[in-house]
Structure formats: structure tokens, C-alpha cells
């Protein structure tokens, strides 16, 4: 039953990994996958097949239990325990998701173009990447994807041109994610799941980010694409920024709420996700009352709405965390077994032990993260993430968290697969992998090695 529960793992892995080729929504076999495995996972616990482990490292043997109702509720409580913690992630991506909707709706990022005002390939090569470094981080590096292909057709007509420019955005957002604990999807979850803070994960890992972005821009700036100037209309841009009048207002209020998240942690030792909420709150209360347009009526208010923001809201990659967390939960709660710790064997779950056995392989671990990276640009890094924090055992900010998150973040920008921002720049500029992977790859690679080494070299002072 161990075997089939770990089958269905694989199984399910491999077809959220082929997920275009199976014309397959990755939500599908990552709902079924975490359905089947907890339905198997309680058969067996409850047969005598194998025990689980919880999240405080109690074991509980069914068969072998004297009181089975204590065993029966420990069973209940480490389920709750896994919903949880995945519960936390989804409320936090919901709330952020929900604000940076209403900011769309409002028009707000359309703010952004008309700091746009370069014709030179160069320097708008420049200023993309860095607006997609910062925003990423902010409003996390898909979303900042989205926004900047966005105006990336409004500046360059040329399809060929816009291609180049679409893959280093897609570096940049990556890089721009992974030292913000609300910039990336897995930082979101090391933040949430206590592995790092907020003020460490920034402090340790903006300058590596830094280098990450800077290296594969410059060297870029070098290469023949970005040599010239664009042929754009400058006006036809600018005209976005009149459209509202709520425009600023709701863009500079919603990046200000979801960067008030950390702080708020901070002040109120609570977790992130009610920070989001509140966060949400502001933000909703205000789009309620503001005047989008000079002639403002109650008829056009529902096109502003939360509601309708509420709407846009891509449920999909919320029910895929669900899946592909609870999974991973189970994995992690299945004993597969026992280590030697300090002389004494100790049952431990799937994940912890596949750990233990890499440890031994590959005794140095910075060799294992750094596979880690190259791994989520082949498959998704969220699920890599998720079972790395099952496998460790280490104290807040230890520094394998800080070269997990970096590892994890810029590394699936070495595929266009790899990423959700590079996932997104291949829908919308339909970018065909075979391109991605001759033009850009290389370049991401020389950006996440030189930024790693430049972490490792960090850790170490």
C-alpha cells in the first residue's frame, strides 16, 4: 500500500509536468492525486499496513494502540493540521490576488506606461527589468508578468522584438520573487510555514537576486535584438492614464496594503494571511466609494467592483495549491521508516527520509539545493518546495531555507516551463519552448549560478 500511495505521487507528478502535451488542466491530477492519497492513506493507517506521523513528531500505530479513540483523533488532528497550514497559503494568494484585480479594474497598472518613455532597446530592456525585479516583489511575479507583457504590446508592434523582450521580463519577475516573502508563490510558503522571516529572506537575499537579474540584462544589452531603437507611437500609450480618475489612487493604495502585509506580522506576531485580510479590507472599502469617471453612476459600478474582481480570479491555481500541497502533506505524514538520530532509531515520514538518504548520498547539502534549482525548471517548483520543507528539520533563517528559496525562485527561469511568470509569458506571447530554450536559457543560467555562488559566499560571512 506504501508503494501504491507513492505511485500515485509519481504519477500524478508527471502528468501535472506534461500538462500541455496531455491537454490537461495541472488542477485535475493534482486534486485527484491529493483525494486518492489521504483515501489510502486512512484505509492503511487504519488496516495496520502503516503508521503516520503528525507535525510535532508523534507517532500513531492503529492496530498496536491501546486507546483507539486517542489514536483515531490524533489521525483527525494531523489532517487538520496539514488543511491548516495549506489553508493559510490559499486565504493569503486569494487576498492578493482579489486587490491586485481591483487595481486592474481601476486601470492602475496603465500608470506604469507613461513612465515609459524610451525608444532605445537598450534602455527600455532597463527599465522593463527593473520595474519587473521591483513589482514582482510587491505583487508577486506573475502578476507583474502579466502587467508588463501587457504594456510590452503597447511599446513594441514587432511580434520577433517583443519575444526577446518577454523572456528577460520573465528572468527578472523570477528574480525579483525570490527574496520578497510576497513576491513568489514558494516564499510565500517558507514565510507562512516559519522557515524564514521576512526582514532575513530580504536582508539575505536581494543582493543574489540583484546579480540574478543584472548579469543575463547586461550581457543581453551586448546581444544583436536589443541593439537600436523600437518604432512605437509614444502617444498611444500615454492615452491609458487618462481613462480613470482613480487610477494612481487605487494602484499606489493596493501596492501600499499588500507591502503593509510583513509589517504587520511584524507588529502583530499574527500570521500573514490575516494581515492579507485586512489588507483586502482597505482596499475593498475604498474601491466602494471612489470615482472612477467624471460622470459616475450606480449603473457602472458593478465594472469596478470587488465582485467582478472577485470573478477574474484564476480558481484553478487555487484549488492546484490545494492539491498539490495536500499531497505533499501526505507524503509527509506517511511513515516510511526509521533513522538513526543521535544513536536512537526514530520513525519518520516519506519526506524526512528521503532527506536522510540524500544526506548520505550528497553529504554537502548546498550541492543538493543547487539540483534542487536546475529540478524546478523542469518541473513545478511548488511541489519541490513543499516536500523540502518536510525534509528538513532546521531553525527559522538557517541558511539551506535562504538557498532553497533562491534556489527555487530564479532557478525555473532556466525553462520556460519552469515558472508561473514563464508559464504566462508562453500563453499570452505564444512563445515556443525550442526559442526559450536556444535564446534565453543560457542566459538565465549564467544569472541563477552567479547569484547562487554569490549567496553561498554570503552565508558563509
Known sequence: MTAVIILIFVMGYLAITLEHPLKLDKTVPALLMAALMWALLAIGFHQGWFNVIDGHENVFDFLGAHDKEHVEEGFTNMLLHHLGKTAEILVFLIGAMTIVEIVDLHQGFDVLKSWVKTTSKKK????????????????????ATIVLITLLRKLIPERNDRLWFAGMIVIAANAGGAWSPIGDVTTTMLWIGKRVSALHLVERLVLPSIICM????????????????????????????KSLLSSKTMLFLGLGMIVSVPIFKTVTHLPPYLGMMLALGVVWLVSEYIHPEEDFTNER???YSAHKALSRIEMSSILFFLGILMAVAALEALVYGSVNIDGVEVQVGTLRYVAEILNSAIPNQSVVIFILGILSAIIDNVPLVAASMGMYDLPMDSSLWHLIAYSAGTGGSMLIIGSAAGVAAMGMEKIDFIWYLKNITWLAAIGFIVGYFALLFMETL
Open 124 to 143: 527600455l530592456l532597463w527599465i522593463l527589468a527593473i520595474l519587473a525585479f521591483i513589482l514582482s516583489a510587491i505583487i508577486d511575479n506573475l502578476t
Open 214 to 241: 543584472v548579469i543575463p540584462v547586461f550581457v543581453a544589452t551586448l546581444l544583436p535584438a536589443f541593439k537600436g531603437n523600437v518604432n512605437t507611437d509614444p502617444n498611444e500609450y500615454n492615452e491609458a492614464n
Open 301 to 303: 459600478k458593478h465594472l
